[in-house]
T-cell receptor
Framework: RKEVEQDPGPFNVPEGATVAFNCTYSNSASQSFFWYRQDCRKEPKLLMSVYSSGNEDGRFTAQLNRASQYISLLIRDSKLSDSATYLCVVTSSGGYNKLIFGAGTRLAVHP | EPEVTQTPSHQVTQMGQEVILRCVPISNHLYFYWYRQILGQKVEFLVSFYNNEISEKSEIFDDQFSVERPDGSNFTLKIRSTKLEDSAMYFC????????????FGPGTRLLVL
């Protein structure tokens, strides 16, 4: 089983749509969870951290279910600029914060 | 806003040659990392570095790889004898004093081994 699994997509959605991405992770000892965004041939950029209580940042909402080892990201009112690959990222169980990346889910928002 | 910088942005080298990739982490950060991403694949952890020593390394980080913090600002990744399969984007990252905090990535060095 892969350490972090994501649906590769692509998700093709019109502007204004709501889109949801899911992710599962295999290591129950993982401590921290993130969504990063990566544009083509660019570095990953932190979108948001994910907490058990759920958290929201503008149009973005992230949820974590530790029991199911499941992470989600909801994007409301999609913009053209949201087109990117969304990376689900967890930390290892060790103390030095090694990031374990999923392969990413590609989102294409069209007019 | 402080950012991680990396040089060069692109490097082309012949198989068997040594390359050094350079990074300047964010100034008050204490944890440093190298990751790589082969074209079309996921980002993979290579090595973490804290207090002037390697704290963790992956299976990819074999004897051909080394890291160094030669002064107070630079953090380097050396590949002694490059292979074709070393062609990838190499990202440096840094994080603040606490090990669980967010890592900030540099723009990457695209390495092509011919």
């Amino acid at each position: 089983r892969k350490e972090v699994e994501q649906d590769p997509g692509p998700f093709n959605v019109p502007e204004g749509a709501t889109v949801a991405f899911n992710c599962t992770y295999s290591n129950s000892a993982s401590q921290s969870f993130f969504w990063y965004r990566q544009d083509c041939r660019k570095e990953p950029k932190l979108l948001m951290s994910v907490y058990s209580s759920g958290n929201e940042d503008g149009r973005f909402t992230a949820q974590l279910n530790r029991a199911s080892q499941y992470i989600s990201l909801l994007i409301r009112d999609s913009k053209l600029s949201d087109s990117a690959t969304y990376l689900c990222v967890v930390t290892s169980s060790g103390g030095y914060n090694k990031l374990i990346f999923g392969a990413g889910t590609r989102l294409a928002v069209h007019p | 806003e402080p950012e991680v910088t990396q040089t060069p942005s692109h490097q082309v080298t012949q198989m068997g040659q040594e390359v050094i990739l350079r990074c300047v982490p964010i100034s008050n950060h204490l944890y440093f990392y190298w990751y790589r991403q082969i074209l079309g694949q996921k980002v993979e952890f290579l090595v973490s570095f804290y207090n002037n020593e390697i704290s963790e390394k992956s299976e990819i980080f074999d004897d051909q790889f080394s890291v160094e913090r030669p002064d107070g600002s630079n953090f380097t990744l050396k590949i002694r004898s490059t292979k074709l399969e070393d062609s990838a984007m190499y990202f440096c990252a840094s994080s603040p004093s606490q090990g669980w905090e967010t890592q900030y990535f540099g723009p990457g060095t695209r390495l092509l081994v011919l």
